[in-house]
């Protein structure tokens, strides 16, 4: 289970993180990922967060549960990986339903790192 402190846990923080952050699609997932900026709060600027979204397209409650705990145990075991005072978004499309635990956890990783790379100029 992630901490506290580590969980994005306000709707505005949900909110900022998806119109303000870089967005990666990876098979089954799409994270969305902001990074630390000047107004953050210095007492949490070590920490990054993050938070989930799995909506009823998922599928019944029981999996969209299933997905959801997949999701915060894959994001626990890599969050000595995300960049301090980041903020991250995970949200699940329907077809993370059906993927396995390995899948979901390439996915992930995947998707973090393409929102973690620089942007290429135009």
Do not use: C, Q
Not at 11 to 38: N, Y
Not at 41 to 66: Q, Y
Not at 106 to 115: C, G, M, Q
Request: proline share 4%; charged share 30%; hydrophobic share 45%.
């Amino acid at each position: 289970m992630l901490a506290a402190a580590a969980r994005l846990r306000r709707r505005e923080d949900f909110s900022t993180t998806v119109r303000k952050g870089r967005r990666a699609t990876r098979g089954s997932l799409v994270v969305h990922l902001v990074f630390a900026t000047d107004d953050i709060d210095p007492a949490r600027a070590h920490l990054a967060r993050a938070g989930f979204v799995v909506s009823k397209a998922v599928g019944p409650a029981v999996t969209r549960n299933t997905v959801k705990r997949r999701l915060r145990h894959l994001v626990r075991d890599h969050y000595a990986d995300l960049p301090s005072g980041a903020d991250v978004v995970v949200r699940a499309l329907p077809s993370a339903a059906s993927r396995s635990y390995r899948e979901l956890e390439s996915d992930l990783l995947a998707a973090l790192e393409a929102a973690s790379r620089p942007r290429r100029s135009r």
